[in-house]
């Protein structure tokens, strides 16, 4: 198998044209159809899991949740229409059933819902047969099917009652049928007829009644199988109770008016606690509440789809018609679907706050494409997606954090697309002209524009100094830089397809529907090589890193390798087409796009079997893919207008391994006016700032004024009030004296009449429990005697019954006997009967027969006379006819008549009514906003009065932190003689530092002496070796030369190429000019070096093991010290507040009564001392002390840590430096 896997990361996009294509499974997770998969969006967390479609899957048509919001149904099509229902409390979301059609021939089902308790399952299928079929899903059983249309009306939507597992409700056009499921069939409850109407979605409101939309933008309540109540979305409701003639009337009415304004259509109807919300046309949503009064709704929100700035048209964006609308489980998140694949939501909570205001959606995560994606590109500085698409669009994605960076519509279709290696710019092919544009902070502005029309394909080079653009079938080369047309490669005869760069950009390849593949010199701009096949059609190219393989695509149904012109290999895809191809940077694994969506991993080198992963990917062809330049991301697009990026990974789950780690750019463009614009406004938002400050310091400045005089006031009051009730509380307290004592007296009393009566009881007691003990033994003596008796009646009855069964059983063998003879004499006359009931039955079909031919000759006459009578009473007919035709059209004429009048009548006695209706809705409003305003009102005098309290304890507060700030600064001082004596040490600390790196930097000039002498050994061990080799290959040349020893001549000739082969003149200029003295020396140097440095190295181990011991005794001794100075702070702050408590305390007291405040004080004294148990007499000699104390640890810490530099000079640094106390 393949030796990458990829895993679907995360997808761009939505599928429309599935029914409830949004669904909701919590308040943070939204569930709706991307490609071919499930996606399974959480909101707060941005991050995405995939349910993956049914392969060879031909579509996706409709989805489901359960109302417990544990299963999804899933409608697809294979061979057969089939429903997949997924568990999603399951980490895998794994399959839980498969429901199919059974029997019954079903290509498709367009709506589906689960009964309330999740346990049943309906599914309506498509046309011609309109079956509805109820399943009990976990057992994959069909229990009822019913045919819910005889006429070809389609039906729209199928729904369980939310209170009822039994009634269904059924819409479409012209229909709308509740069904109730009873004695195991679907049995139709009597509804009326809606021949006109075209009912498009429903909801259930009650057990009862039913809200149904249309196509002409009518509301319409159903209640009971009668039409209850009807409005149009745009009007005001047409209010009042309606039976079915009022109704068909109504109808008849608004006929002219409809046809002559189209109504938006009522798309969707999702029911709430409060009421329905419903899309009333494009880019629409209301919601409606319940009113006063029992029957009837009230519209009380309009929300709209905003308009887009970055398109062409901002109001097209408001043009979306609403295709799906869910409320989230508790109520407070609206998410819709629109038809342009887009996702929008509103929070519920904002809307009851801001009511009155006109309310927009906001995208549930960001904008995608509507149409067909055409271009995709990546760069190498940027981790950026830039595609383009035929909604006129080019977006600009981000795949590490999955978000839309940038996005802009243009007035043509753009047809390719192009990044430049650095990112910054972007290249785009349209029908008229190719556009270089910059990728600013905000926006992708225009910079130069080509003249090659029809650019249905662009690369720009792996340099990025030139770009590749197609027309046609002409390559145009263009320079970044210059912008000059440097080259036109002209040679194929059909339209190129797809073209891709060589790693050096010395070559171009192309390929197109001519089935030429070519392969171009850049610089000369000549055709190297080609392969031509005119059977195929090519469509997608790729190149091997080396850039000796060409992998090619198109129409045959194969991947093909090529080499050197000639095709090297050939694999088989089974029946597909491939669309696309691309090879990963390290060249292990091909990847393949497939014209049904798929996406094919491949291994390479090719194997001609079957040897590829299939994923599941999109809903229709794929049209291109790329793979990041870190081999990490392989990105795919289609024509269903879906991104996915998906993960490469190994079959362990690792990711894969960078030869190279990509550090990504984050340099952006920006104009000099963009960026003066937001300088000045800065500019000015800061001086605004700055007067506003001045402005709030004023107005604080003047109520702190008015404050203190009311604050004076107040602590007047508040002393006299303290007076009265300490006077209070003494008369209370001598009155609890005096009604303790009388409480203790009652007790003493009830506490000895308890006794006496506990007596009393206990004596009563054992006399019954005397009595009671002797009755039990008399019974029991009774109870062992009837025992005795019933164990001897027992054994009398069973002997008698063993003889009465013998007796029984001899009878009934006897009887036995006699009825078998019987039954033989019986089966005997039985066959004689069957012998003459034969016989007479032969009899009687014959005698049958020649009566039936009697009876056909008698018939046969009395026909043709009563042919002629018919045709002579159709002559008679025909002239009625035509007399009651013309009687008929006078009085349809005069009924038209009548009917236009009434319908007149009618239309304006309902304006009438709406009329009166809205005024005392208004009435009713202006007394409700009257009583808000009162409550606001008490609201605010109430909020005054708190903020005068408030404002009040802020003074007492604020005069307390003056004195503490007294009591503090002595103490601040101190601590900054701490700070400076530990910035001292800190310096100390940083000089030790410098020499450890002055250390450092002498061991690594050491270390880089050592290499160049490992260099030196290592060339001349080669020499050595290079030298040896020599000797070998001289000794056997000299070997062959003994062998012509008794041959003179010979031998001279053989020394003479022994001479010219080894010997050079360069060796014997080496070899003369050799000293043996310089050798030793060298020699010599050498050894001396290593023995330094050995002991160097030596030496450097002793040090940094005594150097790291000393360092982490000093930092335990600095954190010790850190831990000594906080628990002294904390000390100090414990003294500050106990001294402040005893000054308030003797303040208040000092003016009533000086005797309270001395018992206070020794009241107080033991509390503060809980911690200490000493008595503190005088806080201010204490405080001094603990002050002179600190100061003598300091100094002996500081005497430590000079004895400890003197003693080690060079110690290493410490990792990091201690925190500054003011921290602390």
Same mark, same amino acid.
């Given at each position: 198998?393949?030796?990458?896997?990829?895993?679907?990361?995360?997808?761009?996009?939505?599928?429309?044209?599935?029914?409830?294509?949004?669904?909701?499974?919590?308040?943070?997770?939204?569930?709706?159809?991307?490609?071919?998969?499930?996606?399974?969006?959480?909101?707060?967390?941005?991050?995405?899991?995939?349910?993956?479609?049914?392969?060879?899957?031909?579509?996706?048509?409709?989805?489901?949740?359960?109302?417990?919001?544990?299963?999804?149904?899933?409608?697809?099509?294979?061979?057969?229409?089939?429903?997949?229902?997924?568990?999603?409390?399951?980490?895998?979301?794994?399959?839980?059933?498969?429901?199919?059609?059974?029997?019954?021939?079903?290509?498709?089902?367009?709506?589906?819902?689960?009964?309330?308790?999740?346990?049943?399952?309906?599914?309506?299928?498509?046309?011609?047969?309109?079956?509805?079929?109820?399943?009990?899903?976990?057992?994959?059983?069909?229990?009822?099917?019913?045919?819910?249309?005889?006429?070809?009306?389609?039906?729209?939507?199928?729904?369980?009652?939310?209170?009822?597992?039994?009634?269904?409700?059924?819409?479409?056009?012209?229909?709308?049928?509740?069904?109730?499921?009873?004695?195991?069939?679907?049995?139709?409850?009597?509804?009326?007829?809606?021949?006109?109407?075209?009912?498009?979605?429903?909801?259930?409101?009650?057990?009862?009644?039913?809200?149904?939309?249309?196509?002409?933008?009518?509301?319409?309540?159903?209640?009971?199988?009668?039409?209850?109540?009807?409005?149009?979305?745009?009007?005001?409701?047409?209010?009042?109770?309606?039976?079915?003639?009022?109704?068909?009337?109504?109808?008849?009415?608004?006929?002219?008016?409809?046809?002559?304004?189209?109504?938006?259509?009522?798309?969707?109807?999702?029911?709430?606690?409060?009421?329905?919300?419903?899309?009333?046309?494009?880019?629409?949503?209301?919601?409606?509440?319940?009113?006063?009064?029992?029957?009837?709704?009230?519209?009380?929100?309009?929300?709209? /789809?905003?308009?887009?700035?970055?398109?062409?048209?901002?109001?097209?964006?408001?043009?979306?018609?609403?295709?799906?609308?869910?409320?989230?489980?508790?109520?407070?998140?609206?998410?819709?679907?629109?038809?342009?694949?887009?996702?929008?939501?509103?929070?519920?909570?904002?809307?009851?706050?801001?009511?009155?205001?006109?309310?927009?959606?906001?995208?549930?995560?960001?904008?995608?494409?509507?149409?067909?994606?055409?271009?995709?590109?990546?760069?190498?500085?940027?981790?950026?997606?830039?595609?383009?698409?035929?909604?006129?669009?080019?977006?600009?994605?981000?795949?590490?954090?999955?978000?839309?960076?940038?996005?802009?519509?243009?007035?043509?279709?753009?047809?390719?697309?192009?990044?430049?290696?650095?990112?910054?710019?972007?290249?785009?092919?349209?029908?008229?002209?190719?556009?270089?544009?910059?990728?600013?902070?905000?926006?992708?502005?225009?910079?130069?524009?080509?003249?090659?029309?029809?650019?249905?394909?662009?690369?720009?080079?792996?340099?990025?100094?030139?770009?590749?653009?197609?027309?046609?079938?002409?390559?145009? /080369?263009?320079?970044?830089?210059?912008?000059?047309?440097?080259?036109?490669?002209?040679?194929?005869?059909?339209?190129?397809?797809?073209?891709?760069?060589?790693?050096?950009?010395?070559?171009?390849?192309?390929?197109?529907?001519?089935?030429?593949?070519?392969?171009?010199?850049?610089?000369?701009?000549?055709?190297?090589?080609?392969?031509?096949?005119?059977?195929?059609?090519?469509?997608?190219?790729?190149?091997?890193?080396?850039?000796?393989?060409?992998?090619?695509?198109?129409?045959?149904?194969?991947?093909?390798?090529?080499?050197?012109?000639?095709?090297?290999?050939?694999?088989?895809?089974?029946?597909?087409?491939?669309?696309?191809?691309?090879?990963?940077?390290?060249?292990?694994?091909?990847?393949?796009?497939?014209?049904?969506?798929?996406?094919?991993?491949?291994?390479?080198?090719?194997?001609?079997?079957?040897?590829?992963?299939?994923?599941?990917?999109?809903?229709?062809?794929?049209?291109?893919?790329?793979?990041?330049?870190?081999?990490?991301?392989?990105?795919?697009?289609?024509?269903?207008?879906?991104?996915?990026?998906?993960?490469?990974?190994?079959?362990?789950?690792?990711?894969?391994?960078?030869?190279?780690?990509?550090?990504?750019?984050?340099?952006?463009?920006?104009?000099?006016?963009?960026?003066?614009?937001?300088?000045?406004?800065?500019?000015?938002?800061?001086?605004?700032?700055?007067?506003?400050?001045?402005?709030?310091?004023?107005?604080?400045?003047?109520?702190?004024?008015?404050?203190?005089?009311?604050?004076?006031?107040?602590?007047?009051?508040?002393?006299?009030?303290?007076?009265?009730?300490?006077?209070?509380?003494?008369?209370?307290?001598?009155?609890?004296?005096?009604?303790?004592?009388?409480?203790?007296?009652?007790?003493?009393?009830?506490?000895?009449?308890?006794?006496?009566?506990?007596?009393?009881?206990?004596?009563?007691?054992?006399?019954?429990?005397?009595?009671?003990?002797?009755?039990?033994?008399?019974?029991?003596?009774?109870?062992?005697?009837?025992?005795?008796?019933?164990?001897?009646?027992?054994?009398?009855?069973?002997?008698?019954?063993?003889?009465?069964?013998?007796?029984?059983?001899?009878?009934?063998?006897?009887?036995?006997?006699?009825?078998?003879?019987?039954?033989?004499?019986?089966?005997?006359?039985?066959?004689?009967?069957?012998?003459?009931?034969?016989?007479?039955?032969?009899?009687?079909?014959?005698?049958?027969?020649?009566?039936?031919?009697?009876?056909?000759?008698?018939?046969?006459?009395?026909?043709?006379?009563?042919?002629?009578?018919?045709?002579?009473?159709?002559?008679?007919?025909?002239?009625?006819?035509?007399?009651?035709?013309?009687?008929?059209?006078?009085?349809?004429?005069?009924?038209?008549?009548?009917?236009?009048?009434?319908?007149?009548?009618?239309?304006?006695?309902?304006?009438?009514?709406?009329?009166?209706?809205?005024?005392?809705?208004?009435?009713?409003?202006?007394?409700?906003?009257?009583?808000?305003?009162?409550?606001?009102?008490?609201?605010?005098?109430?909020?005054?009065?708190?903020?005068?309290?408030?404002?009040?304890?802020?003074?007492?507060?604020?005069?307390?932190?003056?004195?503490?700030?007294?009591?503090?600064?002595?103490?601040?001082?101190?601590?900054?003689?701490?700070?400076?004596?530990?910035?001292?040490?800190?310096?100390?600390?940083?000089?030790?530092?410098?020499?450890?790196?002055?250390?450092?930097?002498? /061991?690594?000039?050491?270390?880089?002496?050592?290499?160049?002498?490992?260099?030196?050994?290592?060339?001349?061990?080669?020499?050595?070796?290079?030298?040896?080799?020599?000797?070998?290959?001289?000794?056997?040349?000299?070997?062959?030369?003994?062998?012509?020893?008794?041959?003179?001549?010979?031998?001279?000739?053989?020394?003479?190429?022994?001479?010219?082969?080894?010997?050079?003149?360069?060796?014997?200029?080496?070899?003369?000019?050799?000293?043996?003295?310089?050798?030793?020396?060298?020699?010599?140097?050498?050894?001396?070096?290593?023995?330094?440095?050995?002991?160097?190295?030596?030496?450097?181990?002793?040090?940094?093991?005594?150097?790291?011991?000393?360092?982490?005794?000093?930092?335990?001794?600095?954190?010790?010290?850190?831990?000594?100075?906080?628990?002294?702070?904390?000390?100090?702050?414990?003294?500050?507040?106990?001294?402040?408590?005893?000054?308030?305390?003797?303040?208040?007291?000092?003016?009533?009564?000086?005797?309270?405040?001395?018992?206070?004080?020794?009241?107080?004294?033991?509390?503060?001392?809980?911690?200490?148990?000493?008595?503190?007499?005088?806080?201010?000699?204490?405080?001094?002390?603990?002050?002179?104390?600190?100061?003598?640890?300091?100094?002996?810490?500081?005497?430590?840590?000079?004895?400890?530099?003197?003693?080690?000079?060079?110690?290493?640094?410490?990792?990091?430096?201690?925190?500054?106390?003011?921290?602390?």
């Amino acid at each position: 198998m393949a030796a990458l896997v990829a895993q679907c990361h995360h997808v761009f996009g939505l599928r429309t044209g599935v029914a409830n294509n949004v669904c909701c499974v919590d308040e943070q997770t939204v569930i709706f159809p991307s490609g071919n998969n499930c996606v399974r969006y959480n909101i707060d967390q941005k991050c995405q899991r995939f349910i993956p479609g049914l392969e060879k899957s031909q579509g996706m048509y409709a989805l489901a949740i359960s109302p417990n919001k544990r299963y999804l149904a899933v409608s697809e099509r294979g061979e057969r229409a089939m429903i997949t229902v997924y568990d999603l409390q399951h980490e895998q979301c794994r399959k839980r059933k498969v429901l199919t059609g059974g029997d019954l021939a079903v290509f498709e089902f367009v709506s589906m819902c689960f009964s309330p308790d999740s346990k049943y399952f309906i599914a309506q299928s498509g046309g011609p047969d309109w079956m509805l079929l109820y399943w009990m899903w976990e057992r994959q059983k069909v229990i009822t099917t019913v045919k819910t249309t005889i006429v070809p009306n389609p039906i729209s939507q199928v729904s369980f009652s939310p209170y009822d597992n039994t009634q269904i409700c059924v819409t479409g056009y012209g229909v709308l049928k509740v069904f109730r499921f009873m004695e195991g069939i679907l049995k139709q409850t009597a509804f009326q007829k809606l021949d006109t109407q075209n009912i498009l979605c429903h909801a259930w409101v009650s057990e009862e009644r039913i809200i149904a939309g249309t196509e002409k933008g009518r509301l319409m309540v159903f209640e009971s199988g009668d039409l209850h109540w009807d409005m149009s979305v745009v009007s005001k409701a047409s209010q009042g109770p309606a039976d079915n003639k009022s109704g068909c009337s109504r109808s008849a009415s608004l006929k002219k008016k409809e046809i002559q304004t189209e109504m938006p259509r009522v798309t969707v109807i999702t029911a709430y606690s409060k009421g329905f919300a419903c899309a009333a046309g494009p880019g629409k949503v209301l919601l409606y509440e319940k009113t006063e009064e029992k029957d009837h709704y009230r519209k009380t929100r309009e929300i709209r /789809i905003p308009q887009d700035p970055c398109r062409s048209d901002p109001g097209r964006a408001e043009q979306q018609q609403i295709m799906s609308l869910v409320i989230t489980p508790t109520e407070e998140t609206v998410v819709t679907s629109t038809d342009f694949n887009q996702l929008y939501s509103f929070t519920l909570s904002t809307a009851e706050m801001s009511k009155g205001e006109l309310a927009h959606f906001e995208h549930l995560s960001h904008s995608f494409h509507s149409g067909s994606i055409t271009g995709l590109s990546v760069c190498i500085r940027k981790p950026i997606i830039a595609t383009c698409s035929l909604d006129q669009s080019v977006r600009i994605w981000n795949f590490e954090t999955n978000i839309l960076e940038l996005y802009k519509e243009f007035q043509e279709e753009a047809f390719c697309i192009a990044l430049h290696p650095s990112g910054l710019y972007v290249l785009v092919g349209f029908s008229s002209k190719l556009c270089l544009m910059n990728l600013l902070i905000d926006d992708i502005r225009l910079f130069k524009e080509f003249t090659v029309r029809g650019c249905r394909e662009c690369a720009f080079s792996n340099g990025g100094h030139i770009f590749a653009a197609v027309s046609g079938n002409i390559i145009h /080369i263009f320079s970044t830089t210059t912008f000059e047309n440097i080259l036109n490669l002209k040679g194929h005869n059909a339209k190129v397809l797809s073209i891709i760069w060589s790693g050096d950009d010395s070559r171009l390849v192309s390929c197109g529907m001519d089935g030429a593949v070519y392969e171009w010199n850049t610089l000369t701009g000549k055709r190297e090589s080609e392969s031509v096949l005119k059977s195929c059609s090519y469509t997608g190219i790729s190149l091997s890193p080396d850039n000796k393989s060409i992998f090619v695509v198109g129409t045959d149904y194969t991947l093909k390798e090529i080499q050197d012109c000639q095709i090297l290999r050939e694999v088989s895809s089974e029946d597909v087409t491939y669309t696309s191809v691309v090879m990963s940077r390290s060249g292990r694994t091909l990847f393949t796009g497939t014209s049904i969506g798929t996406v094919r991993v491949i291994r390479y080198p090719l194997s001609l079997q079957r040897e590829w992963i299939e994923y599941q990917a999109h809903a229709s062809a794929v049209t291109k893919m790329v793979i990041t330049f870190d081999d990490q991301y392989l990105l795919s697009v289609s024509k269903d207008g879906c991104l996915i990026t998906w993960k490469l990974i190994d079959k362990e789950g690792r990711g894969l391994k960078r030869d190279k780690e990509l550090c990504y750019a984050e340099e952006i463009l920006i104009t000099k006016t963009d960026l003066e614009e937001k300088n000045q406004i800065m500019l000015e938002l800061r001086t605004r700032m700055e007067e506003l400050k001045m402005e709030n310091d004023y107005q604080l400045r003047l109520k702190d004024m008015n404050y203190n005089d009311k604050m004076k006031d107040l602590t007047e009051t508040f002393n006299h009030q303290m007076e009265s009730l300490n006077t209070k509380i003494q008369i209370l307290k001598t009155e609890k004296g005096q009604l303790e004592a009388k409480h203790q007296e009652v007790m003493t009393d009830s506490q000895k009449k308890h006794s006496k009566e506990v007596q009393d009881l206990e004596s009563t007691s054992s006399k019954k429990l005397l009595l009671e003990y002797e009755k039990y033994k008399e019974l029991q003596g009774k109870s062992q005697i009837m025992q005795a008796n019933y164990k001897l009646q027992l054994q009398t009855m069973v002997q008698e019954k063993e003889a009465a069964l013998q007796g029984l059983t001899l009878y009934y063998e006897g009887t036995m006997k006699e009825k078998e003879l019987l039954l033989e004499q019986c089966q005997e006359e039985a066959r004689m009967q069957l012998r003459e009931f034969e016989e007479s039955k032969r009899q009687m079909e014959e005698d049958s027969d020649h009566e039936i031919q009697d009876l056909r000759l008698r018939y046969e006459r009395l026909l043709t006379e009563e042919r002629e009578t018919n045709l002579k009473m159709k002559g008679d007919t025909g002239i009625i006819k035509k007399k009651f035709s013309s009687l008929q059209k006078e009085i349809d004429d005069k009924n038209m008549q009548f009917e236009r009048m009434k319908g007149e009548q009618n239309r304006l006695q309902a304006v009438i009514k709406s009329m009166e209706k809205d005024t005392q809705t208004l009435k009713k409003e202006i007394l409700e906003r009257d009583e808000t305003i009162q409550d606001k009102e008490r609201r605010m005098y109430d909020l005054k009065k708190k903020n005068q309290e408030l404002e009040k304890f802020k003074f007492v507060l604020d005069y307390k932190i003056k004195e503490l700030r007294k009591q503090i600064e002595p103490r601040e001082d101190d601590i900054k003689e701490m700070r400076d004596q530990i910035q001292e040490m800190e310096k100390e600390l940083d000089s030790f530092h410098t020499q450890d790196i002055k250390q450092q930097l002498n /061991i690594s000039k050491l270390s880089v002496k050592l290499a160049a002498t490992e260099n030196e050994l290592h060339k001349e061990i080669q020499r050595v070796l290079d030298g040896q080799a020599l000797m070998k290959r001289f000794k056997t040349d000299l070997h062959n030369c003994v062998a012509f020893i008794q041959e003179p001549q010979r031998l001279k000739l053989a020394i003479k190429d022994l001479h010219e082969r080894y010997i050079h003149k360069s060796d014997m200029m080496d070899i003369a000019g050799l000293d043996n003295a310089i050798q030793m020396e060298y020699a010599r140097h050498q050894e001396h070096l290593e023995r330094s440095l050995a002991s160097m190295k030596q030496k450097l181990a002793r040090t940094s093991m005594g150097h790291s011991t000393e360092n982490v005794k000093i930092m335990q001794e600095n954190v010790t010290l850190i831990t000594e100075i906080n628990n002294l702070r904390g000390e100090l702050r414990l003294l500050r507040s106990q001294v402040h408590n005893y000054e308030t305390q003797l303040r208040l007291n000092n003016k009533g009564q000086k005797q309270q405040a001395a018992e206070a004080k020794d009241n107080l004294a033991p509390r503060s001392s809980i911690h200490d148990v000493v008595h503190r007499l005088n806080l201010h000699d204490e405080k001094e002390m603990v002050i002179q104390l600190q100061k003598v640890e300091i100094r002996q810490l500081r005497q430590e840590i000079r004895d400890m530099s003197v003693k080690h000079p060079h110690r290493p640094p410490s990792s990091p430096k201690l925190p500054s106390l003011a921290h602390l």
